[in-house]
């Protein structure tokens, strides 16, 4: 793949979780009131002190319960109120209760297209993701983010043993250069051996990591961050920093635990087609090992804030909750 050249440095990019975003028990329903709060903290993570605070709506589609359009031609009169240091981000989401059941029931997964089950699954996927996609969009362009989304599949992803073989980024960096906000997703794709598979959202962000090198990483979930085994058990331990070698091995730096094995218990729902939270240390290590921290915190929270605005590039304050994973410093 050519070396990609951005007029700018990528500041940021955000995995929006799919357990975090949409309600993970109830099929295809989002969740509404993260999906709110969130969008407004990325746009308050990417405006400048010194930009106006005025939101400008970009969604004039009619919604259901929804009368009037978020805004005016007129509000669009002083570019300044544009002037927003939104170029820098992008966003990957994952499919929570979209998806994930379709690529499921129907194997996609696994691949084989030859079958019509999992042919009419690759489509029923689709479908949901990306019905999905253009909703998360939405919510953002109401908080006047120019969002453009960008499935992996019509974008020209596919795969080769479920590893990235292709990915045509150079879209994402003109989208990036023109000003707007790319809105990547898990898909379905082709794979060159399976016939098809399921590109998970952690993959994704790892790949455009590698070749776009922003300065931070984070992960948006429905937990505080990564714990010693799942959250649920009374007895877990939130880890708020995870060092990782050149040999892509991690340990634990804090807390210091006398019996910590670095093999962390992790758990995934039955019908999740892309690893969970395995799959999610696993990337986040490969992309530490860049030199680039990966902040894995609890969406729509005051934590989360912090880790999109930067605050903690340098240190990790004390009150800060959630998991930081980095590049070792010894």
Known sequence: MEELKLN???????????AAITCKNELEKINEENLETVSFQLRQAMISDSC?????????SKRAGVSDISSSLSDFGDLGQLNVDLSRFIVVHGAGSFGHFQASKSGVHRGGLEQPLVKAGFVATRISVTTLNLEIVRALARVGIPSIGMPPYACGWSTSERNVASADLSG?????????????HGDAVLDDVLGCTILSGDVIIRHLAEHLKPEYVVFLTDVLG???????????????EIAVDEDERWSVVKPTLQSMNTQVKTTAAAHDTTGGMETKISEAAMIAKLGIDVYIVKAATGHSLRALSGELIRDIPEDWRGTVIRLSRE
């Open 226 to 240: 990564v714990y010693d085994r799942p959250p649920t058990d009374e007895n877990a331990v939130l880890l708020r």
């Open 172 to 184: 994402v960096a003109k989208a990036i250069d023109s000003g707007f906000i790319p809105v990547l």
């Open 8 to 18: 700018q440095t990528i500041r940021c990019i955000v995995k929006l979780g799919g």
């Open 52 to 60: 106006s605070r005025k939101v400008i709506g970009m969604d004039w």
